[in-house]
Nanobody
């Protein structure tokens, strides 16, 4: 079991930057991959970025490649998502998530929200034009 709490969201102008933080507690964070997803009301949850348990690999959605950087500091039980050059279409509620199993995970699985058992409450990011 793991509990996750996001912070760092808010209202920003197009072209601006945000750094989202995910504070984790529980035994699974340091051994499992984690990711960021986002969701607009009435739409499917969308993959944003993922990072392996030991940070050896990162994965990004095409929509944020070149603008987002996912990272983690396991010793501090923290995950991060840095987003630059924000666009109005980035507006969504952003969720931190931890994969349901430890160790290695494939890139296909890492993109699927159903593969994650642990979720934060989400935090709103709104990008104005």
């Amino acid at each position: 079991q793991v509990q996750l709490v996001e912070s760092g969201g808010g209202l920003v102008q197009a072209g601006g930057s945000l750094r989202l933080s995910c504070a984790a507690s529980g035994p699974s964070f340091n051994t499992n991959a984690m990711a960021w997803f986002r969701q607009v009301r009435g739409k499917e949850r969308e993959f944003v970025a993922a990072i392996s348990w030991n940070a050896d690999m990162t994965l990004y959605a095409d929509s944020v490649t070149g603008r987002a950087t996912i990272s983690r500091v396991n010793a501090e039980n923290m995950g991060y998502l840095q987003m630059n050059s924000l666009k109005p279409e980035d507006t969504a509620r952003y969720y931190c998530a931890v994969l349901r199993y430890p160790g290695w995970a494939g890139s296909v699985q890492l993109r699927l929200s159903d593969e994650y058992d642990y979720w934060g409450q989400g935090i709103q990011v709104t990008v104005s034009s």
